[in-house]
């Protein structure tokens, strides 16, 4: 006996994979390790700046794609991450540029950069304010745009 069984055609139709689970990160870790990060990376733009004398605004935009980069790592798809990682740079570049300030005084008063930075922070920070320059004032923008467009662009 002979039947005729043909088995069933496949089904044109496959389902789409599941898409994959959004990635959450930890706002607070990811605000504490952009903070870190806005410190460490004004500390480098300070010295930097004082080394040659001049002031370069890539390396604010440089500080601003830092904190960005770790905060959108560390914190995921957050909506409020781009506005921190702009706050956070502007600390980040202000840092650096004290920092600038305090060696450039250092260098003329031979007091301590760390005298400067704990015990004399006020007076040095009059002292910046003073002195500061309309490009200084750009280059916190440059900083803080990079900082926000690197950490919105990231979150997508």
Request: aromatic share 8%; net charge negative; glycine share 10%.
């Amino acid at each position: 006996m002979s039947q005729n069984f043909t088995p069933p055609a496949p089904d044109s139709y496959t389902a789409a994979p599941a898409p994959a689970p959004a990635r959450s990160g930890n706002v607070v870790l990811a605000i504490l390790g952009a903070a870190a990060t806005a410190l460490a990376a004004g500390a480098a733009y300070g010295g930097i700046m004082s080394a040659i004398d001049f002031q370069i605004g890539y390396l604010a935009a440089g500080v601003g794609f830092l904190v960005a980069l770790v905060a959108t790592r560390l914190g995921g798809r957050n909506p409020l991450l781009p506005a921190l990682s702009a706050v956070l740079t502007l600390a980040g570049v202000y840092a650096g540029y004290v920092l600038d300030t305090a060696i450039g005084v250092s260098e003329q008063e031979s007091i301590p950069v760390s005298e400067l930075l704990t015990t004399e922070l006020v007076d040095l920070n009059q002292f910046y304010i003073d002195s500061i320059n309309p490009i200084s004032i750009l280059f916190y923008a440059i900083g803080a745009y990079a900082a926000f467009q690197t950490a919105r662009k990231a979150g997508h």
